[in-house]
């Protein structure tokens, strides 16, 4: 584990969203869908398109989001208290 990204296996990274203080986690394969452009620097990294997470039992809950050079961008459409911020990635550990 690098601070800043976790490596779950070679094409899937996560990485701690302050704002759902939970992990995020993208695919990185170009074989495997939805797939995520990633900069390659565990340190401060910037995926690309934007993540967008819901919860499945909460259908107004919203976490949209965009990283990148290490901070994380918070859309308006975020229902968290995050929205609309733009923060450093935190260390997961």
Not at 57 to 79: A, E, L, M, R
């Amino acid at each position: 584990m690098i601070c800043g990204v976790i490596v779950i296996n070679g094409t899937l990274l996560s990485f701690l969203c302050p704002g759902c203080k939970r992990l995020h986690t993208v695919n990185i394969d170009i074989e495997q869908s939805p797939v995520w452009t990633f900069n390659n620097d565990y340190h401060n990294p910037t995926f690309s398109p934007s993540i967008c997470v819901r919860q499945s039992n909460n259908n107004n809950y919203c976490c949209h989001s965009i990283v990148t050079d290490g901070k994380i961008q918070f859309f308006q459409d975020s229902t968290h208290e995050l929205a609309g911020q733009t923060i450093d990635l935190v260390c997961p550990y």
